[in-house]
């Protein structure tokens, strides 16, 4: 684990997430979709830990979560990665 992820709460698996995507389902203009996309591919193809390939976070709905998201996507994204989440840290 690199040395800035020591102190994160938790962690999930970058691929996991990148594929987090797929629970989006309602309708997007097509700016909206593109910010989703690039918030999703900057954490599963850049902000992950290059060592163990897991994104460390403190706070699930305010890092990993697309703003753009409807309260009903919001719902189902956040139940998905819930599934892959692991504690690192109390």
Known sequence: MEEINK???YRIGSVYYEFSGREVTDTYSEIASIKMIDFISDWSDINFDKTDGYIYFDDLEKELV????????RKRFIKYLEK???VVNK
Do not use: W
């Open 7 to 9: 102190n994160k709460k």
């Open 66 to 73: 697309p703003p753009e998201l409807t309260p009903t996507d």
């Open 84 to 86: 892959g989440i692991e």
